[in-house]
């Protein structure tokens, strides 16, 4: 009958723009372009980018290998930057995603305005988008003077042999992957003089909200932003970050600035400490012995936006060990 071939074009039709669609988003897209950029190296820039990769903006966490014999996994001596760090189902993760090795020895072939789209934008040389586990979207709105200092350290990371495989990812994540990516958007370093908004800074660089906040389905909750409370699949069970916003009962509220500061540095010696093997021993992701490398001013500044932030009373479990 008519009526059902009219149905069947329909039918059809939606399905031709549906294919369309996904082909678009899977073979045309992440579409950032890259920028013509020559970064100049200067001892103050790979100061900076030393300062930025290691304490702030913790890039080499990932991209090194961690002792985790020990509190807070501080990275093994002679693999920074070599990548290889496997993150996957086992973590809850959609897929096995492999950090890359961001030395010379990987980098070599690379402009800097490629490095420049993979840290801001999440594309790497051949145009594949980056699992957002790599904080992009937080790297994308720092200064571009930050990021330049970034890329001139690591221009001068000691070339390491190491050659990672790809990552995989699990369906339909694959696909989703690809409409991430977004066109970065710098934001110039505010004055120190202003602590709120230099603390803002520097906690939005160092990606604070990403663990600090809870996730449902996949996505955070904005509702409880800094609340802490994202879980973390570890060998020992199900590991919470805290909350870090100033509610007292619940957060940091009753935290003076001194004991803040103070907790992020007595991580200098407690990184040596090896892990005590017995059932109420836990290690933590939070790289304590990497931040403890901040300077004071910039801690201070980290605290005095935190505790200019909405508390929200959000109790949470710190750690659920496996039965």
């Not at 202003?194 to 996505?219: L, Q």
């Not at 059932?279 to 980290?302: H, Q």
Request: with cysteine; proline share 7%; glycine share 8%.
């Amino acid at each position: 009958m008519k009526i059902f071939k009219i149905i069947g074009w329909i039918v059809g039709g939606i399905l031709v723009v549906f294919i369309g669609i996904i082909a678009y988003v899977k073979f045309y897209l992440p579409n950032i372009p890259v920028k013509d950029i020559n970064v100049e190296i200067t001892s103050e820039r790979v100061e900076r980018g030393a300062y930025l990769a290691n304490h702030v903006m913790v890039c080499m966490d990932c991209h090194s290998t961690r002792d985790w014999s020990k509190y807070s996994g501080p990275i093994e001596t002679g693999t920074l930057g070599k990548g290889g760090e496997i993150f996957d189902q086992k973590m809850g993760l959609p897929g096995k995603f492999i950090s890359p090795n961001i030395t010379s020895y990987k980098l070599k072939d690379w402009t800097d305005g490629e490095i420049y789209r993979a840290i801001t934008s999440g594309v790497n040389k051949d145009g594949h988008p980056l699992f957002p586990l790599m904080p992009y979207l937080s790297y994308g709105q720092a200064d571009n003077e930050d990021i330049y200092s970034v890329i001139a350290y690591i221009r001068q990371l000691k070339p390491v042999v190491n050659d990672v495989p790809r990552s995989e990812t699990d369906f339909p994540m694959g696909i989703i992957m690809n409409l991430i990516p977004a066109v970065n958007h710098p934001a110039p370093i505010p004055s120190k003089n202003d602590r709120i908004a230099y603390g803002k800074y520097m906690v939005t660089i160092a990606s604070c909200a990403d663990c600090h906040t809870p996730f449902e389905k996949g996505k955070p909750v904005d509702a409880l932003r800094f609340a802490g409370g994202r879980e973390f699949l570890m060998p020992f069970g199900t590991l919470r970050t805290a909350n870090i916003t100033p509610d007292k009962e619940t957060g940091i509220g009753s935290w003076t600035q001194e004991v803040f500061v103070n907790l992020f540095k007595s991580y200098d010696s407690i990184q040596k400490l090896d892990i005590v093997s017995g059932p109420d021993d836990y290690n933590t992701i939070m790289p304590w012995s990497m931040y403890a490398g901040m300077n004071n001013e910039d801690l201070e500044a980290v605290y005095q936006y935190l505790r200019s932030l909405k508390p929200i009373n959000h109790e949470v479990e710190k750690v659920s060990f496996k039965k």
